[in-house]
């Protein structure tokens, strides 16, 4: 996705005493798109959301809004909005008035207001008999929907979200991901999403970038973050993966220690030492009966799962652990503790750096 | 159907099953721990307060209940000008926590929200004074505000300043109702401060609002519940307060726990005494339970 930057980050950091929570971060947010930060705990992400929201202020770099440096703008003043991880609903105000405040602030006449509250509430799927209610009395997913309805109604340019959805059951979590996409198409607003599952970074977001430690370790869409990991952290954050520590052997040879043997790899950049195997589990295929592949393994299998549609099998080869999936109706015929053949193509495994 | 002796059996089992659940309910360790404080009361304040309705119900100067009971002590409040030390009781204690709230808010918000770990050392700082007799500490006052005394005193012999000494005035009193009950203000007020969560006010500054709106909007509503009872904790106490206006106030004024002093003491009169008892306990009564039906002591002690 190209677009005009809407906003633009330049050597953005935090500091706190010794902690650099933010670190040198450059970026550039297209107007309409829908970016996603993802990280573990600890990663900055808040801090960085928290920044561009004028909730903290940067120890150093600018903000850029439109290329106007917005770095000393209070949050009150900055045409964006947070939904906030609490969604921090003002407990003492019913849900008309949680979703209106934003207009009442600016001296918008009460008609009005109601008018707009209740075509927010419409578009969220609120009940418009809500409108009275204490929001206490709310449910977790309506509570979100009175969040988000709010910062709508501040009609801001920007949207934050500081993952509002993470205390949100799983399936009322996948509702929530798919409505929240939806109402970014209806608005067509900037929307700045931060969570520590690349899962649900993956199903809504136009780009996503990976943070840690301060500092975004990659930037790209769902796909090439998917097919293209830059490094062993960015694969483990995409959840069960086949991660097998590498070595240069020969030009398209990798020596794997923990298998005890060589494999061919997918062709090796230039200088390559050493690095990373990842293969999805997926791509890994029992060769017992019928079939070949370029690389090929001995195991025993030790553990099967069955994940609803799809079947999970454990395989230990040397001292690594396979993960293999299939298709239910594909699965493996077989019992515990029984010796497998198991293997996979160069070109379904991806090389990456440490 | 029922025999005899079955129907007697059943009650049997009914009044047996009866004292299970009083056993049951005896036996709960709620009501067991809340026993001695429940005793106590009963002995303690239940029993001296019904002496006290009874006595204001005596003929006057009557040391005994063995009298028709009359309403002759509460008629004589009124026509008496009893009413004035109501007054000045009533009017000091608003004043009192008026000019508490003014001062304490700005402090309490600094203490919940600003001052990190001094705000320890601050809460020390006013907690130790505590420890000693109010007395006394209004004794300290004295010595600072009398002529010649350490303000004045300092002012005349360094700079040539002479001025009047504000003891033995209104000012001095509400003085020594600020000082004193400053804590009992400060404390509640912060706790409520406390209890509004940051996030909240950060949300409605980032939707909008100017300080001055997320105070009035977010933080003064939502802090309401401590700022009620740190009002009305330092309402009741100056209400009932003696030493400051004998100490500080000298004869200026007379409050309302000075007549009643007066009246069980070298009035000889306990009747009347009583009587302005009751009535202050009746009008601080319901001020209080208006105040806490209003208040949800759950939420303030977070058990929700």
Known sequence: MTGTPILRLVDLSKKFDDLRAVDGIDLEIYDGEFFTVVGPSGSGKTTLLRMLGGMDQPSQGDILLRGERINDIPANRRPTCMVFQSLALFPHRSVGQNIEFSMKMKGIPTADRRARAEQLMAQLHLPLDYYDKNVAQCSGGERQRIALARALAFDPEILFFDEPLSA?????????????????????????????????????????????????????????????????????????????????????KLECPSLQTQVVGPSQPTGFNSGHLVIRPESVRFLNNSGSAENSVEGTLYNIYSLGSRMQYQVRVGTHVFLVEKLREQGYEGELDDVVKIGWDARDSILVSD | MASPAAELESRAVESSSRWAEFRAWITQPGVLCSTPVLLLLLIGFLAPLLVVVGYSLMPPRTFDFGHVPTLENFISIVNESYYRSFLWAFGLACITVVLLLIICYPLAYGMAKLFGHWAHLLTLLLVIPLFVSENIRLFGWVLFLIKRGVLLGALESWFGIGADSMLYSVPAIVLGLVYVYLPFTLFPVMLGISMVPRDVTEAARDLGASRWQVFREIELPLAMPGILIGAMLTFVLSLGSLAESKILGGQAVIMIADDIETAFTFGQNWPLGSALSVLLILLVGSLVLYVLRRLDLDEILGRR
Do not use: C, W
């Open chain 1, 168 to 252: 949100i059951d799983y399936r009322l979590r996948k509702t929530l991901e798919k409505e929240l996409k939806d109402i970014h198409r209806e608005t067509a607003k900037t929307f700045v999403y931060i969570t520590h599952s690349l899962e649900e970074a993956m199903v809504m977001s136009d780009r996503i970038g990976i943070m840690r430690e301060g500092k975004l370790v990659q930037v790209g869409t769902p796909d090439e973050i998917y097919n293209k990991p830059r490094n062993k952290f960015v694969s483990e954050f995409m959840g069960e993966v086949n991660i097998i520590e590498v070595q240069k052997a020969t030009e398209d």
